[in-house]
């Protein structure tokens, strides 16, 4: 069955096909008709094109030629003669990370807009507007109904990305990690880089954290690989990293790097050779945290339960509670304090290592 080909118009098909063929090197596949050709079927950079002789005015066409690594025409840009501009682009592009622009946010869940609809149908609440420059994003999305997801087998093109399960339970597969398994609260992946997954099922009222970089990356859908692949291969790296999938039923606690707290680390430290940490934190016998400075590219912390006073610097001391969340810039102090009983938060670094500096 015949793909989609774009029709691109042209005043003069001689003129425009001649540049086709012989500037940018594609080869005709159909010309029609014979005694006087007003259309020609065009191949090449792995797809087709359909040159058009129209009469009067036509609206040029944006085009995107991918090009093989290392062809010195990427990144350039010329312009046929019938008025279409063709970019030359790389075929498998590198992941282009923003610059930070480190931003003090605190994102409260009684202040939020509510939660838009994104991809496959879900519920996307926006936990850092400001996106750091572009280089991060947090979401906190939603399932409301239970039952089968609207998803496909795709994958990410990213730096870093991290799934936590914050209510309800969803069931996932993802390539090569054995059979679609079920993650329940508490739980999170690690999504190394290209891993193909498919979403399968939910609970009702699921929600989870998403954390990823850059903020803007694409979702590409994979139309060959079939999920699950019958392979299990725990030890396989994707883009130089590993699957993670932390169960937090009998996962271990362990001391916080304060006293009165303990953690249980997700293993994203581990998996990313260091590129990022995770962990979720509860009260043990604390109720408050020093103010310290913590000189780190990005540090978030999503309140799950309980209440707490966060204090920054100067800034008189803000309540915070369950579903609010807040990102601080390496040169800012920041403590915590009257924390309740009750309380556990979600802690996600990069990178890994911590190291707080006291005023």
């Not at 080869?27 to 040159?51: F, K, M, N, W």
């Not at 682009?89 to 994102?107: R, Y």
């Not at 991060?136 to 496909?152: E, Q």
């Not at 920041?334 to 979600?346: E, H, K, P």
């Amino acid at each position: 069955m015949p793909g989609i080909v774009p029709i691109i118009p042209c005043g003069d098909l001689d003129q425009t096909l001649a540049y086709f063929l012989d500037e940018l090197g594609l080869r005709i596949e159909v010309i029609s008709p014979a005694d006087g050709p007003r259309t020609a079927l065009l191949s090449g950079y792995g797809s087709q094109v359909r040159l058009q002789q129209v009469e009067g005015e036509f609206d040029p066409v944006h085009l995107q030629m991918p090009c093989t690594a290392g062809d010195g025409r990427i990144g350039t840009r010329v312009c046929a003669p019938n008025g279409s501009w063709i970019d030359f682009v790389a075929e498998d592009p590198t992941v282009l990370i923003p610059q930070a622009k480190p931003e003090l946010v605190v994102t409260t869940l009684a202040g939020h807009g509510g939660f838009a609809i994104g991809r496959a149908s879900m519920g996307y609440r926006d936990l850092v507007p400001g996106r750091q420059g572009g280089r991060f994003i947090a979401s906190h999305i939603r399932i409301p109904d239970a039952g089968p997801v609207p998803d496909y087998v795709h994958f990410h093109k990213v730096r870093f990305q991290l799934i936590f399960v914050y209510r309800g339970w969803v069931r996932l597969v993802y390539e090569d990690q054995g059979d679609p398994f079920v993650m329940q609260a508490g739980d999170c992946v690690l999504q190394p880089p290209t891993i193909r997954h498919r979403v399968l099922e939910s609970s009702a009222g699921l929600e989870v954290i998403e954390i990823a970089c850059p903020a803007e990356h694409d979702t590409i859908a994979e139309h060959e690989l079939e999920l699950p692949t019958g392979r299990l291969l725990p030890e396989r790296e994707f883009g130089g990293q590993r699957f993670v999938h932390h169960r937090a039923d009998g996962a271990r606690w362990e001391p916080f790097r304060y006293p009165g707290f303990v953690q249980q680390d997700l293993g994203i430290g581990e998996a990313t050779s260091g590129l990022a940490g995770a962990r979720v934190v509860r009260a043990a016998a604390g109720d408050a945290w020093p103010s310290a400075r913590i000189p780190n590219e990005f540090l978030f912390t999503f309140m799950m339960e309980g209440t707490a006073r966060l204090d920054i610097q100067d800034r008189a001391g803000q309540p915070i509670q369950a579903g609010d969340c807040f990102v601080i810039p390496a040169e800012v102090v920041y403590g915590l304090t009257q924390v309740s009983a009750d309380a556990a938060f979600l802690e996600v670094s990069l990178p890994a290592d911590l190291r707080p500096v006291l005023p």
